[in-house]
């Protein structure tokens, strides 16, 4: 995968909106809400211009189902991937356009942790400036290697995860 950081996109939105009505399309009655998640979902985030998108369903072993209907529409199901109780599909290829990652609606912590890290950057700008650098910097020096791009966050990232978690629970 080609690692691109770029500046914030208000495109982004509408890819997202479209995506989800395809979603919406696709899984019909399973789905009980989507909502636009990762670093495409944060205003003025630097970000690799993948749109993340967390359909909410009633039943995950549903999902599997569809994989057919998905790949006519250029997705490859994944399966779980490291998360238990998750579903995730990518599409593009190497110049990854989309990632959907699924869970059933009962799967609290997952769903809660998607929504406290893109909720928690949208009330900080001072993090969202921090972890655009970071990622613009490690685009620059892995830029074919997604592996190194991801170790590089990962410290990073499960701080802001702890901090969006505690701040959630704060908030709530």
Known sequence: MNIIVT??????VQLFEKEAELLKAIFNKEII???HIGSTAVPNLKAKPVIDLMPVVKNIEKVDDYNEQMMKH???PMGEVDIKGRRYFRKGG??????VHMF?????A??????AVRDYLRAHPEAVHEYGELKAALAVRFPKDIYGYMDGKNEFVKDLERKAVEWRRRNE
Do not use: P
């Open 74 to 76: 250029g997705y490859e």
């Open 7 to 12: 500046e914030y996109d208000e495109n982004w």
């Open 104 to 108: 059933q609606v009962d799967n609290h």
């Open 110 to 115: 997952q769903i809660d942790r998607h929504l």
């Open 94 to 99: 190497d110049d990854r356009t989309h990632n």
């Open 33 to 35: 809400t989507i909502h």
